[in-house]
């Protein structure tokens, strides 16, 4: 099982040079991008609806992919930033959200997991693409929180989906930006708290 150890490693070990787009050294002052999420206005990342499957105690966990029993994997990242795009250092990002056939994990914490941003804002997951299921388009479940202040519930779409117009829980504001770096796809959002 070699390939699947070293696809388990390489993702956490290349996840900054692919989100960032070039190494961060930890000595050189890390530069914010603007991006669209926080363009100087200040404005937080909406809400959206937590839907029914939310399991409370989910856990400390980055590499969802390596329990995920098939899909796409993908790469979602992006930084937790204030009003005035200050990044959030330990910020938690819990996410949660279907496997390759729509089902969600009720019983265990299968693509369900938390983090906290590091001092730069930085947070991100590599886990799968999940299928759309019932009325709804692709998606992910998330909780944002600065610490001690209260919890953003919301979700990230896919770009370009066809389904995302017949969504009623989809909004334009809470689509990634979904790049291809070294062959894997990459999800990048924002959260502006
Ligand atoms: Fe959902």
Redesign the pocket.
């Known amino acids: 099982m070699m390939t699947t150890r070293r696809s388990l490693l390489t993702p956490v070990a290349a996840m900054p040079v692919l989100l960032l787009g070039a190494p961060v050294a930890s000595a050189q002052p890390f530069r914010l991008p603007l991006t669209p999420e926080c363009s100087g206005r200040g404005e937080r990342t909406i809400a959206n609806a937590e ?3 939310f399991r409370p105690n989910a856990p400390l966990k980055q590499d969802l992919a390596a329990e995920a029993e098939g899909g796409a994997r993908i790469l979602l990242g992006g930084f937790v930033l204030d009003e005035s795009c200050r990044p959030v250092p330990n910020a938690l990002i819990e996410i ?3 496997d390759d056939r729509g089902r ?1 994990d009720q019983r265990g914490y299968r693509l369900r997991g938390h983090q906290f941003s590091d001092a730069r804002g930085l947070w991100w997951f590599s886990t799968i693409i ?1 299928a759309a ?1 019932w009325s ?1 388009t692709r ?3 998330f909780k944002v929180q600065r610490p001690n202040d209260r919890i953003l519930t919301t ?1 990230l779409y896919f770009p370009g989906e066809r389904r995302n117009a017949q969504d009623r829980e989809f909004d334009p504001r809470l689509q990634m930006r979904v790049t291809t770096a070294e062959g894997q796809p990459l999800g990048r959002f924002d959260f502006v708290i």
Do not use: E, F, I, N
């Open positions: 839907g029914p499957y949660w959200h279907a969600y999940p299921y709804r998606h992910y479940h979700q």
